[in-house]
């Protein structure tokens, strides 16, 4: 992402350049692995939020040692010793925290190196799209020796959202345009969700369309013309972690300037907060009912 083209605040462009970066850096092997060790791991260090999440959604969490600067789910986490970025680990950090293994987003090459010079045993797994999340929960179950816990987990993940699915009303569809965050009151550089994304696929599962699906790459940069001549019936934008509804208000206000869009005259323009949504991991179903409320009830969001 270029942040010359979209200005946004800090933490949200840290998690939005963070997904970008994940995206773009995963075009490894679904799951990618050195270092192997006989018995099973006692000591994890999670390299991304969405790493921790599937740790502890397997009943591991109690064998956690340390996790990224950009974890804050489940609580439990949040006061586990922090080893550094994605792009900038903490050596020094893991070293002393002595993990067996690192589970990291991606292709992390930094990472990598770092766990062969060092007898640390690796993984990374692939987090674009929601058969990668399934495959990733199987892999790491493996790895940490809990199998039958990556099955089930997987099989009530599964079974929730096609309960999501068969909410939605029928011929219900909506043309949706699904954004990424921007600054408030700056409508340049608008940044869609392309197509084979984990969000795309969660807004098939609420009953949405998106419009940009057919764009080029995972997180196209679009323009004004391309949204007028697509007519979304819903545009969504993705703000993670923002608190203030002065800002949420000008994001939502920011729209009427283009009264030649449908979901503007349709009051179909809506801003999603909450801090889970661009983290491919098991809260995926929660963003999921957020799309499927949006879409399908008056209240919306």
Partial sequence: MNTSQL?????????????????ACSRAPQVKNDTEIDSPPTRIACASPAATEIVYALGCGDRVVGVSDFCNFPAEARDKPRIG??????????????????????????LHRFAKAHGITFIAVKLDSMADFFAAVSAIGKKLSVPQKAAKLRESLSAQLNTIRGLRPPGSTQRVALLLGREAGNMKGLTAVGNDTFL????????GINIFADAHGLYPQVARESLLARQPQFIIELHPGMTSAESVATIKADWQKWPQLAAVTNKGVRCVTNDFVLIPGPRMIQTAEVFARILHTKEGL
């Fill in 200 to 207: 795309t696929e969660l807004l098939h599962v609420a009953g």
């Fill in 85 to 110: 970025g994605w792009m900038s680990p903490n050596r020094e950090r893991l070293l002393s925290l002595r993990p067996d293994i690192i589970i990291s987003q991606g292709k992390n090459e930094k």
């Fill in 7 to 23: 200005k946004i605040s800090i933490p949200l462009l840290a998690t939005c350049s963070l997904l970008v970066l994940l995206t």
